[in-house]
């Protein structure tokens, strides 16, 4: 079922954003997504999406995934990013050439033209998952960005302020917007309200995908 309500904000004007997050709608069009879903399951049947334990003791509601040479980890003894994948002990998959491509596209016309990520983040939404705010504060050089591509179903994305309390924008996010956080806004909380099942484009997603880029090392 195609959630229609959604289709109302496409046309509203994008919010102003504060300096350093940029959102960029429909940075890849549905050939892109399909090549980018195409690739991405390559990747998830190497090193299948997993719900972690987190550091409080209990579990996120996101499953979680890498690939690159480092991937963000989460279990009882903290937060880190690790260059195997603790379920398997292999390495972690390779990016693969559709997920470079992208980003060196979005980031060519970004205050970021020479990043070169090491590690992707991906987390999958099934119905009813979600993120609380957070920050991404655990990569050694806060001067890179972090970039989103958004794949299947449209959720809510908030951006923060600097303390977890401080009021949160959100934005009504879709398959293949691109989000980039970084400058300014780099340590922004942020976080994932709600997904809106059923609005995927590509019909073999139920749920949402996040690949976050980061230069982890
Ligand atoms: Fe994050």
Known sequence: ???????????????????GLFWQKQALDLAAQKRVWGALQQVLDAAPPAQNRTKGGGMTSAAMTNCGQAGWWSDPKGYRYV???????????????????????????????????????????????????????????????????????????????????????????RSGDVLVMG??????????RKIYPGTSPLPDIAGRYSLTFRKAL
Not at 1 to 14: G, H, Y
Not at 98 to 105: G, K, L, P, S
Not at 183 to 192: C, D, K, L, T
């Open 1 to 19: 079922m195609r959630n229609l309500s959604l289709a109302l904000e496409d046309t509203a004007p994008a919010p102003d954003l504060p300096e």
């Open 83 to 173: 260059t195997a994948n603790p379920a398997t002990g292999q390495p972690w998959p390779q990016f693969p050439d559709a997920f470079i491509e992208i980003v060196q596209r979005v980031t060519a016309k970004s205050p970021w033209p020479d990043f070169a990520p090491d590690a992707c983040l991906v987390n999958f939404y099934g119905p009813g998952a979600k993120m609380g705010l957070h920050q991404d504060k655990d990569e050694r050089d806060f001067t890179q960005p972090i970039i989103t591509i958004c794949l299947g179903d449209a959720a809510d994305f908030l951006g923060g302020g600097f303390a977890r309390s401080d009021k949160a924008q959100n934005l009504v996010v």
């Open 183 to 192: 400058g300014a806004s780099r340590m922004r909380f942020h976080g994932i």
